[in-house]
């Protein structure tokens, strides 16, 4: 008896050998130069058959543009304009035969639990599973998404209203759609379109869920215009839903989800100790032109209003996935059903930036406080590191206060990531010719400050303010 291993070892010569043989014939048999020598051997496989296009290759569809099928092999024409011209039929006795059935329901019985045919469809716009429709924007804007038609007569003793959300079910699983009111389908039939399928792992629009396997049996065509169905009125269940972050992103997230979902608890947790705040206003808060009060985004009442907790001044300092809980900086512990991410991007600080008084990052009120503590707004000299957007932005609004500002950008040119070359030379001369001489310099590369910079200009400034957006870890 071979050991074990000598074996698994024969076996994995054996395996070897074979795939080395599979390359070699998928090199061999895959040797097409291009798509007509593709389309060339599938036509050449119809031969003999009710489909026969032997007859069809590239360049005849590109001379004559449309042909009908059948196209065997010595079609000289545009193929067969009418099928069964001959009175000859695919049927084993080449007549045509006409089959009697029972009248009777074949499909699958209502009950009183499932009392509503659904039959499904295609819709206008799209094409089978979409992997092509999908994608053309003008018709995702007309219909863009799976919907239940259902007649008024049937919506209205299950409280349903146009767009609800609705729960349809059969023996075999269910879907949740928007329903689509309408008195053109008839009371007692539910229609729903066949091409969502799975949609980010949530197969929730795949009609296919609720038909059965039914197939005729002669011309196994599958039973999906008959499946008994109940349709009820969606209702979600409570959830506690926990954001950490309190920033344009957690607020955009409180009011749109508002607008769905009154039910649901939602609590914020944030660093910052203020209520929502728009961060984007901060150079206008900083030199003087906006009061905080204009920077607010949701006053206290409104926090009522949307129904939402936010701790100000909290943080959260650890997530347990599989608990589902957050423990905040002062060690209590929360439990979350939904946990949303919005702790936004924080300044990047250059790694040899030595604690200097007088370097500030700038993204929070504190920091615009810090800020605003140190410097003399109206006739400072700042330097700025960083030209991108934010830079530029708090550059303009201390330099129309009279700073003077120098910007260090590590590229050649402003904005680099949003300009190309000429746009950021159009940018720094509108910045110039604006009026705003201060805007001195652009000093290129620099990736230290302090006292001195790569070039060896030494620069003499009251603070520095670094303005390149990172993204946290
Ligand atoms: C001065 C300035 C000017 C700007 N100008 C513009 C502009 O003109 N146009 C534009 O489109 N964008 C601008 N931006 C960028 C814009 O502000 C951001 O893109 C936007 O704020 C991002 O929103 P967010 O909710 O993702 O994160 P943020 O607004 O950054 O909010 C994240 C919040 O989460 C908090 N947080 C982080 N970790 C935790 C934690 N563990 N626990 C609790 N809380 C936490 C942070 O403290 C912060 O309050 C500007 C930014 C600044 C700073």
Redesign the pocket.
Known sequence: MPSFDFVSKVDAQALDNAMNVIRKEITNRFDFKDASEIYAEHASLTEGTNIDISGLNYQILKDKRAVQWPYPKLEKGSGTARLFADHEFYTPDKKANILSFSDKNQSEALTPENPLILTTGRIRDQWHTRSKTGKVNKLNQHISEAFLEINPYDAAPRNIKDLDIVEISSLRGDVRVKAKLSPDIKPGVVFMPMHWGKILKSDLNRVNNLTNNLVDPISKEPDFKYSAVEVKLYKKERQKIIV???????CGFVKSYRALNTEDEIEI????NFPFYN??L??DYIIGTLPWQSLIKMSDVEELDYRIKLHRGL???KINKEDKTVTDSNGETHHYDVLLL????RAFVLKDVPALNGVFT???RNDADNFKKHADTTNGKVVIVGGG??GI??ATSLAEKGSKVIIIQRISRLMGRQLDGLGSQLLHEELITKGLPSVQDILVPCSTIGTGVHQGQVISVQEVATYREGH?H
């Open positions: 950490i972050g309190a920033g344009a992103g957690a947790f944030s660093k910052e961060r984007v901060l150079p943080s959260i300092e919005a702790t936004g991007s700038m993204r929070s957007l934010l932005e708090m946290q």
